[in-house]
């Protein structure tokens, strides 16, 4: 692990550091996000080692340690209907959850709000640029779009699979993994986005389309060139 202490005029200068006690095994293809409700923290989640990994971890930079999430505590979850549109009155049940998004590597994660967005990444590489998406097998009564998940730190760990609808007529977009994703605020409200473009499908195909995820309704939206 290394740091670099950054200013606009002065050279980056990187440190290694030696985090104390037991850490993530050797990796790529991972995710990686900080959260601003945990300051000095880092999540990874996932990536390819030996075998596509599940596993997710913590960096306490004051403490300069690594934890692993423990998610086998019983998660209470809201379910909320997939057919949602923007503007519904959302009717929920409630159940434990104990679902998780599973081993992938190539995903992408993003911080929105107090915590990460999971989406994409592949389960299996089957061949030369040929991929199992995470997700799949698709639900006979679901839209096959990306898969993504909530990942939750404080203050038990938990996963949430994401519930979103598609607008406009489109799905949302197609699994893929590779690709890029960020998180900013817009408008008075503080309405957060995540923003998703490009990546590789499951037949190695190169991806160049854009998409957005507005939160709280998590809603699905293309965004046009």
Not at 3 to 8: D, E, P
Not at 121 to 127: K, N
């Amino acid at each position: 692990v290394y740091f670099a202490a950054s200013a606009l005029a002065v050279p980056l200068q990187y440190e290694r550091i030696y985090p104390v006690g037991a850490g993530p095994s050797p990796r790529f293809n991972y995710g990686m996000v900080t959260l601003n409700s945990m300051e000095g923290m880092v999540l990874i989640y996932g990536g390819e080692g030996s075998g596509i990994l599940a596993d997710a971890w913590k960096y306490d930079a004051p403490a300069n340690a690594w934890s692993s999430l423990d998610f086998s505590a019983r998660q209470h979850t809201t379910l909320v209907p997939a057919n949602l549109s923007a503007g519904t009155v959302m009717c929920a049940t409630n159940r434990l959850n104990f679902a998780t998004p599973g081993a992938r590597a190539g995903h992408s994660m993003t911080a929105l709000g107090p915590r990460a967005l999971v989406c994409g990444g592949y389960t299996a590489a089957t061949g030369l640029q040929q991929y199992t998406m995470a997700g799949e097998p698709c639900p006979a009564d679901a839209a096959c779009r990306l898969d993504c998940w909530w990942l939750t730190a404080l203050p038990v760990p938990r996963w949430d699979a994401l519930q979103s609808v598609g607008e406009g007529g489109d799905n949302g977009p197609a699994r893929r993994w590779g690709f890029g994703m960020a998180s900013f605020e817009q408008g008075a409200d503080g309405s957060m986005f995540a923003f998703i473009h490009g990546g590789m499908d499951s037949s190695g195909e190169l991806l160049a389309d854009c998409w957005f995820i507005g939160v709280p309704q998590t809603i699905f939206g293309f965004a046009p060139n």
